[in-house]
């Protein structure tokens, strides 16, 4: 089992509408997870963290936190065609002394005019 | 303006050759770190730096070297142990151990001919 998987995508949702986007991890002993976004050939830029469960809204982005069931994800509400890239999750790796981020593979998101 | 810059964008190497990446921050950040990815994968960690004269290896470390003299710098030198050096190379930093949002350089590019 891989410590951080995405589903690879790529997901297509047109102009206007709500991008879904999962992340499952494995370690239960995670508490900082990230959001990164990656347009191609560029690097990864961060856009949203959470660190507890439930919501956490910044504009049209919202990240959701389980920890029991050790599942983070990102909607993207009022989808844009430049909000099409690929989306990385990063978990970090262990919960005491220095934390590693794991990341996935990404999930690549296709918005359609 | 704050940052961080990688130089060169793009690396040509021949075969045997080492070759240094560099990666210069002014966020006054005391973590470095740098990661290489590669097609279809996730972001794989290098060596990373808590503070100056500190470093360890990450997941990847066979064939990669660095040194981190000052706070704002920290080259990787990509040696010709490393089997398969092609890749994208991106540096990050954080302030440290207990803020690790991280924040990536603009990537060097690394072809081996």
């Known amino acids: 089992q891989k410590e951080v998987e995405q589903n690879s995508g790529p997901l297509s949702v047109p102009e206007g509408a709500i991008a879904s986007l999962n992340c499952t991890y494995s370690?239960?002993?995670?508490?900082?997870f990230f959001w990164y976004r990656q347009y191609s050939g560029k690097s990864p830029e961060l856009i949203m963290s959470?660190?507890?469960?439930g919501d956490k809204e910044d504009g049209r982005f919202t990240a959701q936190l389980n920890k029991a069931s050790q599942y983070v994800s990102l909607l993207i509400r009022d989808s844009q065609p430049s909000d099409s890239a690929t989306y990385l999750c990063?978990?970090?790796?262990?919960?005491?002394?220095?934390?590693?981020?794991?990341f996935g593979t990404g999930t690549r998101l296709l918005v359609s005019p | 303006d704050g940052g961080i810059t990688q130089s060169p964008k793009y690396l040509f190497r021949k075969e045997g050759q080492n070759v240094t990446l560099s990666c210069e921050q002014n966020?006054?950040?005391?973590?470095m770190y740098w990661y290489r990815q590669d097609p279809g994968q996730g972001l794989r960690l290098i060596y990373y730096?808590?503070?100056?004269?500190?470093?360890q290896k990450g997941d990847i470390a066979e064939g990669y070297s660095v040194s981190r003299e000052k706070k704002e710098s920290f080259p990787l030198t990509v040696t010709s142990a490393q089997k398969n050096p092609t890749a994208f190379y991106l540096c990050?930093?954080?302030?440290?151990?207990?803020?690790?949002?991280?924040?990536f350089g603009p990537g060097t590019r690394l072809t081996v001919l």
């Open positions: 990050a930093s954080s302030f440290g151990v207990y803020h690790n949002e991280q924040f």
């Open positions: 370690d239960r002993g995670s508490q900082s």
């Open positions: 959470i660190y507890s469960n």
């Open positions: 990063a978990v970090n790796r262990g919960n005491t002394g220095f934390q590693k981020l794991v």
């Open positions: 966020l006054n950040h005391d973590a």
């Open positions: 730096s808590q503070i100056v004269n500190d470093f």
